[in-house]
């Protein structure tokens, strides 16, 4: 039977290993703090007014935040490139990541209705986590802030992503070319799949999904690569820590991840909240399906884990079929 401590430390490497690889950037830096120099990752409470329970008796869901920020912007006020749900039950080893479209047209609370990437412009990480908790009826655990700028130099740091590639891609702004099938990405390939979405039939939908396969594959082959030769573990470690800071205290950033291996890529399920496209005024927006989002939320809620019945369609599944 696995102990609480050991419960707690597989939830914890869930999120350290899988969030490691959603931008770039998961850093809640104290402000003032810019691009340039903001930390590559740092995961922090969603709530000062409680502790999270992670003794694998409640699922923890942590906010990955994505910003669109360039060099010279402050991280924490730019808007939301990518926002995703990750869930960990820890009990079960499984997680759920759930992908938020970026211009889902929701209610922000003090601000009225606007696109969900706005809420960080308004009010930072902060304002995104009370947003997306209004939506989804979901108390987040943890929040985590990514950015663009170094996503590439941690890719190589661990000598590249291997990534089944769903279908051809051929995007000029994102410079995303590339082939299907089973392939390593470099650090400026995984960030261009990572952006894709102008090629994309589902658009940001697809996008949105791709990225939550990156999350996956970086699981997966962490989880190989540890089965092979544990000291490819310290590879890991080390380019996490030359780019990031962390709430995790080293020793135990160490422990945590040799546990690691306990979630199987198999059991992560990788969905998007589904809606369509939509116009407010000249604006192009994406209208969730609400019923969709209450299902798959309330699920969600009680467990980290997705029924069947409520795991919506995979918006790039028709791409992949014709690939």
């Known amino acids: 039977m696995t102990q609480p401590s050991s419960r707690r430390r597989i939830a914890l490497v869930g999120v350290l290993v899988i969030a490691w690889v959603v931008g770039s950037v998961l850093g809640a830096a104290p402000r003032p703090r810019t691009a340039a120099a903001a930390p590559v990752f740092q995961l922090e409470p969603a709530h000062a007014s409680f502790v999270p329970v992670l003794d694998g008796s409640e699922p923890i869901f942590v906010l990955l935040i994505g910003s669109d920020a360039r060099p010279g912007e402050d991280v924490a006020a730019t808007r939301a490139d990518s926002l995703h749900i990750l869930a960990i039950n820890a009990a079960k080893a499984k997680a759920t990541i759930v992908g938020i479209p970026r211009d889902s047209y929701v209610e922000i609370p003090g601000r009225g209705q606007d696109k969900i990437n706005a809420a960080m412009f308004y009010g930072g990480p902060e304002l995104v986590v009370e947003t997306v908790e209004e939506l989804t009826g979901i108390t987040l ?147 969730l399906d609400a019923a969709a989002v209450q299902a798959i939320s309330r699920d969600l809620e009680k467990d980290g884990i997705l029924k069947v019945a409520n795991i919506p369609p995979s918006p790039n599944a028709q791409q992949a079929g014709e690939a």
Not at 189 to 217: C, I, K, P
Not at 245 to 263: K, R, S, Y
């Open 141 to 287: 655990d943890y929040w985590a802030l990514t950015g663009f700028k170094t996503f590439a130099a941690m890719v190589n740091g661990v000598d590249g992503l291997v990534v089944d590639v769903p279908f051809a891609m051929s995007d000029d702004f994102s410079e995303a070319f590339f082939e299907p099938g089973v392939q390593r990405l470099d650090g400026h390939q995984a960030l261009a799949f990572a952006r894709n979405r102008h090629d994309l039939n589902a658009g940001d939908f697809g996008r949105s999904e791709n990225q939550g396969l990156l999350m996956v594959s970086a699981l997966a082959q962490f989880k190989r690569e540890f089965t092979k030769d544990p000291g490819r573990t310290l590879i890991w470690v080390s380019s996490f820590l030359q780019h990031a800071q962390t709430t995790v205290a080293l020793d135990d950033l160490m422990d945590l991840v040799f546990t690691a291996t306990a979630i199987s890529p198999k059991r992560v399920v990788n969905a998007v909240f589904p809606g369509s496209n939509a116009m407010v005024g000249t604006t192009s927006v994406v209208n």
